[in-house]
């Protein structure tokens, strides 16, 4: 939500752009080689923005999925990844942040044609994001240390130590939302820990994979370290959680899924880590900059269309502040511009997809059925005819078990609720299956800080939200998951510890 607004202006089509989209898209990565799917199936991306279609690329299932886990094996047992040095392992990730940054454009314009966000945002936030991520975890490639331990056994002498290696073949299944920001939330540190990886990309957003998939030879990264199956969840994502010679599976997506995966991982006890929905709460007290926290609440939800894990969902305004804080909470609301994300002046795209459309007004009927009043918002604007757009909407008369307040909507939907005090507000925002975040909104820091004690969230923002950085942990709370992602603490999910004794004779 770029302030001051610009005029409406389509930038020229990135160079690369229109060829990969009209061909290359129908192959993708298995040990170095681009191949069609076995069974010669492809499926369809399209472009929320004109509901046409974009690309198509291999619909691939269980034989791709063996292929190219069987490459992963290979890469990872016998192929020159194992031999690389940790500094050539860091240098090969670094060199792949610079391949990205230098197609930058053509990453920023795939991801927007794709998925419908804002160039404006594709550019600001997530090409350089996925940039800064690689060369993160670049540095951790040689860093990745075990330790002495010193062990206590009566009348020996020993040497204990630890190594931290690598876990082995990785299957990595990520979702729309972010897509290539996904893919490096899952690679850098995976890569940088020596694993190799099988990668499948949301079925709604495979291009910015594919193309990345491109850049990893000149990077440096030998054939079959990182493979790319395109295809849906059901078929080419279920063979990749239940194969037998994957040693963990990674996912971020929804709740239900996350709860299938954990099931077909059972089957050989791979590890697993989940990062999924959310609900969380954002709390604003009277005493707050309420300036900047009804403009935070309304990013905290509106950002990516709400398609977030961690959107500000449940907006909680402490009563006394609530007729200061709606006023200009909804007048930001209406004033955000939809339109198409290729157009430099859009604030806000499109739905990735119809089916996320229904779902979305879905909830939005299910609001207003149940007594939920819009008080900005609350259905498809009327400007624009073609494409998956819905209304920044602001639920007020939200009652205690509607739908809208308990399930996780993914849309630019708010459901705003009056409380009391920090007791209450506190319950209240605890009040939910999941956990990953929440925020709070005040210039007592010592109140702040102690409610942040008490919120059951994996991410607490204090005066700001939806703020990352490769090096801050990130991941959830109850149903929300497990496992962080970025940061030293994501080293856990990619490594495991091997004690190593060595007998010194006697004292
Ligand atoms: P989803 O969980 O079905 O899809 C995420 C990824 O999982 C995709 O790559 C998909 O192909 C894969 N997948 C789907 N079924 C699978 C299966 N049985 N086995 C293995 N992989 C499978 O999410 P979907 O249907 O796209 O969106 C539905 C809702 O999920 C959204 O409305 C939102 O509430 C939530 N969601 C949460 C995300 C997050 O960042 N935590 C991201 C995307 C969706
Ligand atoms: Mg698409």
Redesign the pocket.
């Known amino acids: 939500m770029a302030q001051p607004r610009v005029q409406s202006e389509y930038p020229a089509v990135a160079p690369g752009v229109r060829d990969f989209i009209g061909g290359r898209t129908r192959k993708m990565l298995i040990d170095g080689k681009w191949v069609e799917a076995a069974s010669g199936k492809t499926l369809t991306s399209y472009d929320p923005a004109t509901e046409e279609p974009l690309a198509e690329v291999p619909a691939g299932e269980k034989e791709d999925i063996d292929r190219a886990v069987k490459a992963a094996r290979k890469a990872f047992e016998t192929g020159p990844w194992r031999r690389m040095t940790a500094s050539e392992r860091g240098r090969a990730i670094w060199k792949l942040a610079d391949l990205v940054e230098r197609h930058g454009e053509e990453f920023a314009q795939l991801e927007t044609l794709d998925n419908g966000k804002p160039l404006a945002v594709s550019r600001a936030a997530d090409v350089p994001l996925v940039v800064d991520h690689f060369r993160y975890y670049a540095g951790w490639a040689t860093k990745v240390e075990g330790e002495t331990i010193p062990v206590s056994i009566p009348g020996q002498q020993m040497l204990t130590y630890t190594l931290r290696e690598p876990v082995g073949v990785v299957g990595q ?5 972010f897509p290539l920001l ?1 893919a490096a939330w899952k690679l850098g540190v995976a890569l940088a820990c020596g694993n190799t990886v099988v990668l ?5 957003t495979p291009l910015s994979a594919l193309r990345l998939g491109e850049l990893l030879d000149e990077a440096g990264i030998p054939p079959g370290v990182v493979n790319i199956v395109t ?4 078929t ?3 063979a ?2 239940e194969h037998p010679d994957v040693d963990k599976i990674a ?8 709860k ?2 954990m099931r ?1 991982a059972s089957g050989n006890l791979k590890r697993v880590s989940l ?4 609900k969380s709460p954002n709390i604003i007290f009277a005493d707050a900059d309420l300036d900047s926290a009804a403009i935070g609440a309304a990013n905290a939800i509106f950002f990516n269309h709400g ?3 961690c959107a500000g969902s449940r907006l909680y305004i402490e009563a006394k502040a609530y007729d200061t804080v709606m006023p200009k909470l909804v007048e930001y609301s209406e004033k955000i511009k939809l339109g198409p994300g290729m157009d430099l002046a859009t604030e806000m795209g499109p739905l990735v997809s119809s ?2 459309y229904q ?1 979305v007004t879905g909830f939005l009927d299910s609001g207003k059925k149940g007594g939920g009043k819009a008080a900005s918002g609350g259905g498809r604007p009327k400007s624009l005819a073609k494409g998956y757009f819905v209304e920044p909407t602001v639920f007020t008369d939200v009652k205690a078990d509607a739908k809208i307040l308990r399930e ?3 849309g630019p939907v708010v459901c705003t609720i009056p409380f009391k005090n920090v007791d209450e507000v506190a319950k209240a925002g605890n009040d939910t299956t999941y956990g990953l975040a929440a925020a709070v909104w005040t210039k007592d820091i010592a109140k702040a800080n102690r409610l942040a004690q008490t919120l059951k969230a994996g991410t607490v923002w204090i005066n700001c939200y939806n703020v990352f950085d490769a090096a801050a942990p990130f991941g959830g709370y109850k149903q929300s998951g497990f496992g962080r992602e970025m940061g030293k603490a994501a080293l856990e999910l990619y490594t495991q510890i091997k004690t190593v004794w060595t007998n010194l004779g006697p004292h």
């Open positions: 299944i990520i979702p729309w939302n996904m499948k990309p949301a079925e709604q295809g849906y969840g059901e080419a994502g279920a990749l959680a996912f971020t997506g929804s709740t239900e899924v996350g299938i995966i077909a990062e999924l929905g959310g398609q977030c894990c089916e996320q779902r996780e909507i993914f």
